[in-house]
């Protein structure tokens, strides 16, 4: 088991910037990759962006396609997530997640359900 730390939440202006960092622990040795989800009141969890642990590959949602980054540091264990040009469709409670299963496409870690740890979560509040 991973156990996952966010941090780096808040409230923003409609325009700015927040990086959202994810602290890892645990069988951190197990982990094939590494993503951001998030959730909005009365909404469904939903992919934000993924990392794999082996080649550095990113995959990210179209909504945040060219305005977010993931990015990874594994001697650190820590996956960050910085956002740039955030709108107020961005607010919600922002989860770190971990999955131990290796899948040969990127695009199959969109689903929550291969992810076998999760953090908290961390809120980020877009104000317009």
């Known amino acids: 088991q991973v156990q996952l730390v966010e941090s780096g939440g808040g409230l923003v202006q409609a325009g700015g910037s927040l990086r959202l960092s994810c602290a890892a622990s645990?069988?951190?040795?197990?982990?094939?990759?590494m993503g951001w989800f998030r959730q909005a009141p009365g909404k469904e969890r939903e992919f934000v962006a993924v990392?794999?642990?082996?080649?550095?590959?990113?995959y990210y949602a179209d909504s945040v396609k060219g305005r977010f980054t993931i990015s990874r540091d594994n001697a650190k264990n820590t996956v960050d997530l910085q956002m740039n040009s955030l709108k107020p469709e961005d607010t919600a409670l922002y989860y770190c997640?971990?999955?131990?299963?290796?899948?040969?496409?990127?695009?199959?870690?969109?689903?929550?359900?291969?992810?076998?740890?999760w953090g908290r979560g961390t809120q980020v509040t877009v104000s317009s």
């Open positions: 997640a971990d999955s131990s299963t290796y899948y040969r496409s990127t695009p199959r870690y969109t689903d929550p359900a291969v992810f076998g740890s």
């Open positions: 645990g069988r951190t040795f197990s982990s094939y990759a």
């Open positions: 990392i794999r642990r082996n080649d550095g590959s990113t």
